[in-house]
């Protein structure tokens, strides 16, 4: 019968262990993610020349973008391949976010506030259309 222990005097065997997953364990995939950002960020710059119109409502395509950064950064967290369209997400909707953010901040401290300060019409019109959403 043979001995299951080495035999005394070998040197030790050291293992070194990498960061991958199993062989059999299923590889996570940021691509999906960053596609749902792109798409998120091109929504965003498609509603804008509608939405930055109304008062208020203009930040609605901003939050679309800032929505596909949070889509491809929780995507990007324990992936293990495929990150650089979660990685072009994310560069897109920010970039996509900061100017949207900024055009509808502009948009409502120099134009859309005076016109609605300014005008009782614009006021009636603005009461009525919040009556007609949220009913009362």
């Known amino acids: 019968m043979s001995n299951p222990y080495p035999p005394q005097g070998t040197p ?40 930055l119109l109304i008062p208020y409502v203009g930040f609605l395509p901003a939050l679309i973008a800032g929505a596909g950064i949070i889509v491809a950064w929780t995507g990007l967290r324990g992936a293990t391949h495929g990150t650089g369209l979660a990685v072009t997400g994310i560069i897109v909707s920010v970039v996509v976010f900061a100017i949207l953010a900024g055009i509808a901040t502009v948009w409502n401290l120099v134009v859309a506030g005076p016109a609605v300060s300014d005008y009782d019409e614009l006021h009636e019109v603005i009461d009525y259309i919040k009556s007609l959403i949220f009913g009362s």
């Open 12 to 51: 030790p065997v050291h293992v070194y262990q990498t960061n991958t997953a199993a062989a059999g364990a299923p590889q996570k995939s940021a691509a999906g993610s960053g596609i749902i950002s792109l798409v998120l960020a091109a929504g965003g710059m498609l509603t804008a020349p509608l939405l």
